[in-house]
């Protein structure tokens, strides 16, 4: 399988595309057909080594999504062919850059039908920042007023989309459905 990889720390020059072993998931893990990946800031720092060292090659990525290809025989919450969204990723254990992962249970959704996967894997570590923001940290409930300094980033804008979201939006996937449906109408507009 193809996958990217870097051999040493630095700019994006580092990065290359190999050819590597499938992975096999371990007995808790999940094997995961990666459809979409995105890159956070987190991936960069981890890149050039200003986030910790991590062992080299590394496949850079802590968030993705696809489709469930294997699971090991403690999983018990996924099913070949099902379709999840990863967030989270051990960097050690290698990343979402990669046509697959083994992916641990625990660091896994799954991904409703109507949400696109690139939606998902966009959405996967900046989403759950926001929502437990929002709904643990703060303890924001419908009709509060909320202020989201930094709406603009990553996380402030997934805040922005949760703050005003409809009150029926009480459960994650509701709510991820309905941040899916708005994150794609920004994304998709002219300008």
């Avoid at 969204?85 to 959704?109: H, N, Q």
Wanted: net charge negative; charged share 20%; hydrophobic share 45%.
């Amino acid at each position: 399988m193809r996958a990217v990889r870097y051999h040493e720390f630095g700019g994006a020059d580092v990065l290359d595309v190999d050819e590597v072993s499938r992975p096999t998931p371990d007995r808790d893990e999940v094997l995961v057909e990666m459809r979409a990946a995105s890159v956070n800031r987190v991936d960069v720092m981890f890149r050039t080594g200003e986030y910790g060292q991590v062992p080299l090659p590394s496949v850079p990525g802590g968030d993705g999504a696809g489709v469930v290809a294997a699971v090991g025989e403690a999983v018990d919450r996924f099913e070949p062919g099902e379709r999840v969204v990863a967030s989270g990723m051990d960097r050690a254990a290698g990343g979402t850059f990669a046509e697959y992962a083994a992916v641990p249970e625990t660091k896994l959704a799954a991904l409703p039908a109507d949400v696109p996967f690139d939606t998902a894997a966009a959405l996967a570590n900046v989403g759950v920042a926001a929502w437990l923001a929002l709904e643990e940290l703060a303890g924001v409930q419908a009709g509060d007023r909320v202020l989201v300094h930094g709406g603009s980033g990553g996380v402030g804008h997934a805040e922005l989309i949760f703050a005003n979201a409809p009150s029926d939006c009480q459960s994650t996937e509701t709510a991820i459905r309905y941040t899916a449906v708005v994150y794609n109408s920004i994304c998709t507009t002219s300008i």
